[in-house]
């Protein structure tokens, strides 16, 4: 194995780890904290003439305030639609039509809905260093395979370290995300 595809394989277990990282983000997003965001509906899908459209691509989505969010659709014919679609999406919010707008009040948590949510944030950080640590171990092997077939013993030791300096960074993040996450639901 040359020291390019070498190379190319740390580029794409880079690669690997750093969407583990961006998934786990975008999940621990989904995770309501008891503040109204507007990321808690963009992904509920509405029915459109005939195929189903982001909610925030038919409708204006926002905070009017910390626990309320807003929704003001483009077309008035699309106020059922959407509110069908909310109640669907099972949110654990009552949606509230008032005929030009649909509003989502959102409830404080409770301490034992608070704990449930940074278990389940946690859940989300272990399921990326999982994605993380295999990728870890396929590069592993990559080395090692490369070290049987006349790789440089030398070079490989090396890359070995870094791969786990690698992913000790990348474990450092998905834990700093969930602390983040936590932070955020416990507080009050």
């Known amino acids: 194995m040359t020291q390019e595809e070498m190379d190319q ?3 794409e277990a880079h690669e690997e780890m750093t969407h583990a990282i961006e998934h786990l983000i975008h999940e621990l997003g989904k995770i309501r ?18 195929s189903p459209t982001p909610l925030n691509q038919v409708a204006n989505v926002n905070t009017t305030d910390a626990r309320t969010i807003a929704i003001q659709p483009w077309e008035k014919t699309m106020i059922g ?21 649909i509003i989502l009040g959102i409830p404080p948590l409770t301490e034992e809905r608070r704990k449930d949510l940074v278990k389940q944030a946690k859940n989300l ?19 090692k395979k490369a070290v049987k077939d006349h790789y440089p013993e030398d070079l490989g030791k090396r890359r070995e370290a870094q791969v786990q300096e690698m992913v000790n960074e990348y474990s450092g993040k998905a834990d700093h995300a969930v602390e983040i996450k936590d932070a955020d639901i416990m507080t009050v």
């Open 125 to 143: 950080g272990e399921e990326a260093k999982i994605s993380i640590r295999s990728t870890r171990h396929k590069l592993m092997e990559t080395i």
């Open 33 to 50: 904290t008891g503040k109204a965001s507007t990321s808690m509906v963009n992904e509920i899908l509405v029915p459109y003439y005939g």
């Open 81 to 101: 639609a959407i509110e069908k679609a909310i109640f669907e999406a099972n949110l654990g919010i009552t949606p509230m039509n008032n005929g030009e707008q």
């Open 9 to 11: 394989h740390f580029k």
